[in-house]
């Protein structure tokens, strides 16, 4: 099953197009790594994967065949956004209470326990936290939500090595215990090399490579970051493997 | 490939039923907590500063009342001393402050202060923060999460300023029954009846569209304050005559009544033009010119067979006018809503 499915998928804004005819599977049961440098496309591609935005052109299902945006595919998507957004003025407790209020799944031992393990004080208001403490919180919640699939646009940029480290530990966890398929961006390949498992790479609004990481070592008999720079240089459409294979 | 496969007891656990609305609601009010707080206060004390003031003025105003011959020169300084005191513009207790002229002055300002301040910052605050992607991302989905988010606060606000309306008529009702206010005039109107609580539902719904429509909580409140103003203007000097068609009243006294406009007829029916009236005016007999009371003029008027005609809207058409105007602005507040939601479902991130 793919969990994000493209098909010849554009987005155009104002200024131009944002990704354009973009056809992708990812499948499930990795950690997705959509790599490409800034203002490549990969945080249209996602917030159109969870329903926030709607495509200009072409077609996107997640979670093997639904809508984005759809109930069961809100249902089964955690989703965090670039910065971690959350209600910066309330508590933590409070915080997850509304979480918990705006899901049917909600697996709220879990969520106390991780933020007990992380050692964040659920009386501390969100807006107090640091920044590794504010996207582990984020991560929390939308782990407890229990999705089949996780969304994360840009979830190391703000966070110092520590909480980078931290933080992909506690992503490669979920994906091992709980069988949650990930997707997640960066603008920085480097630090996702360890625990990504399949790789994407995005440039201009197109898809230069797509592959799984072991198929890419394979075939390039390179490092994956120097794959990856390969393809981010170069950019040719020719090299790329076949979507859906 | 089916939808059981996602993940282990994905299936099975998904209740089909929707997140209920009572959870949804949690979720509002706790984020509009703070609102609740300061907005209760306000209203709390201003509400209860109407109920001491209410009582006050009620007994005082049953005094006049009961003073019998109502003529005698006791009752004339009893009922005087009543309107300085409470009405404004005398030296009244301290506790009366301006009296309710002022007060009921305040009151104007209240739909449009609660209406922008917590309706702005309802979607607009999401939209600059960022935040709605953490809430249209979850699983009760946006559009019940908007309906929930709009339709609260609107019920809280209806349901406050409906208390305050209720307050402030009973504070108000001796100035009614004195026949000083007509309860149809524009100074009165707006805050009573249904029109308190619905200017504020069309502030609030019109502040929350122009959030949404601007992404950012100041300006929405901003242009909310001007477009309500000009609208509470026109509505109050131009639209609200229309509601029925006015009545004609004859007579040089008529009390305190709602008058559109006036015509003097001279004993021959002819309308007299205001140019005639002014030279009229200038030939009574110096007795009837320099005499204070006002009734001389027209007691004059009458002897010499000319009529004052009067174009009103009558006190009997209140709550005609109560309803319809209720009806424009819930109307409107309605379609306000519905575009904020459907803004909303078409916005993209």
């Given at each position: 099953m793919n969990v994000i499915e493209t098909r010849a998928l554009g987005k155009r804004y104002r200024r131009g197009w944002a990704l354009r005819d973009c056809t992708l599977d990812i499948p499930g049961g990795h950690i997705a790594a959509l790599v490409g440098p800034n203002g490549a496309g990969k945080t249209t591609l996602l917030t159109m994967a969870v329903g926030l935005t709607k495509p200009t052109a072409g077609a996107l299902t997640v979670l093997g065949g639904e809508p984005p945006g759809s109930p069961r595919a809100l249902d089964l998507t955690g989703f965090v956004a670039q910065d971690a957004p959350l209600y910066r003025n309330l508590p933590v407790a409070d915080m997850l209470h509304v979480a918990r209020n705006l899901n049917r799944r909600w697996d709220q031992r879990r969520a106390e326990h991780r933020l007990e393990q992380l050692e964040i004080p659920l009386r501390q208001k969100v807006g107090e936290l640091s920044g590794g403490q504010k996207a582990q919180l984020a991560l929390t919640i939308?782990?407890?939500?229990?999705?089949?699939?996780?969304?994360?646009?840009?979830?190391?940029?703000?966070?110092?090595?520590?909480?980078?480290?931290?933080?992909?530990?506690?992503?490669?966890?979920?994906?091992?215990?709980?069988?949650?398929?990930?997707?997640?961006?960066?603008?920085?390949?480097?630090?996702?090399?360890?625990?990504?498992?399949?790789?994407?790479?995005?440039?201009r609004g197109q898809v230069r490579v797509s592959g799984t990481v072991r198929e890419l070592l394979a075939?390039?008999?390179?490092g994956l970051e120097e794959i990856a720079l390969r393809y981010l240089r170069a950019g040719l459409p020719s090299s790329r493997t076949e979507a859906g294979q | 490939m089916t939808a059981r496969t996602i993940a282990p007891g994905a299936g099975p656990a998904i209740r089909r039923r929707p997140v209920p609305w009572s959870k949804l609601a949690w979720v509002t009010l706790r984020q509009r907590r703070a609102l609740l707080i300061g907005g209760g206060i306000l209203l709390g004390v201003f509400a209860v500063y109407m109920v001491v003031m209410a009582v006050i003025q009620n007994n005082a105003y049953a005094a006049v009342t009961a003073c019998h011959p109502a003529a005698a020169l006791k009752c004339q300084q009893l009922a005087n001393s009543f309107s300085t005191s409470y009405?404004?513009?005398?030296?009244?207790?301290v506790i009366a402050g301006g009296g309710a002229q002022t007060v009921s002055s305040l009151l104007f300002a209240i739909p449009v202060l609660l209406g922008a301040f917590a309706g702005a910052p309802l979607l607009a605050r999401e939209l600059e923060s960022g935040t709605f992607r953490f809430a249209w991302t979850q699983g009760a989905g946006r559009t019940r999460w908007t309906i929930s988010t709009l339709v609260l606060p609107a019920i809280v606000l209806v349901a406050a300023t409906g208390a305050v309306t209720a307050i402030f008529w009973w504070y108000f009702r001796p100035f009614l029954?004195?026949?000083?206010?007509?309860?149809?005039?524009?100074?009165?109107?707006?805050?009573?009846g249904v029109a308190l609580a619905a200017w504020t539902l069309l502030a609030c719904s019109l502040a929350a569209f122009l959030g949404t429509l601007f992404r950012r909580t100041l300006p929405a409140m901003a242009v909310t304050l001007v477009l309500y103003i000009v609208l509470a203007m026109a509505t109050a000097l131009?639209?609200?005559?229309?509601y029925a068609a006015p009545a004609t009243l004859q007579g040089w006294n008529n009390g305190a009544v709602w008058v559109i406009s006036s015509w003097v007829k001279a004993p021959d029916g002819q309308v007299l033009s205001q140019s005639a009236l002014n030279s009229l005016s200038q030939q009574l007999p110096p007795s009837v010119q320099n005499s204070p009371s006002p009734d001389a003029f027209t007691t004059w008027m009458t002897q010499h067979g000319y009529t004052l005609w009067q174009?009103?809207?009558?006190?009997?058409?209140?709550?005609?006018?109560?309803?319809?105007?209720?009806?424009?602005?819930?109307?409107?507040?309605?379609?306000?809503?519905?575009?904020?939601?459907?803004?909303?479902?078409?916005?993209?991130?």
């Open positions: 939308a782990l407890a939500r229990r999705p089949a699939l996780l969304v994360l646009d840009e979830p190391l940029a703000a966070l110092d090595p520590v909480a980078r480290e931290d933080f992909l530990a506690a992503v490669v966890a979920a994906a091992a215990g709980d069988g949650i398929s990930v997707v997640l961006s960066s603008h920085v390949l480097a630090e996702l090399e360890r625990v990504a498992t399949y790789l994407i790479v995005l440039t075939t390039h008999g390179a | 009405w404004g513009g005398g030296a009244g207790p029954a004195d026949g000083q206010v007509s309860e149809m005039l524009p100074l009165a109107f707006p805050l009573l131009g639209i609200r005559e229309h174009s009103v809207q009558p006190d009997s058409r209140f709550w005609q006018f109560q309803l319809t105007e209720g009806a424009w602005l819930l109307g409107s507040s309605g379609v306000l809503i519905a575009g904020t939601i459907w803004l909303i479902r078409r916005r993209g991130a």
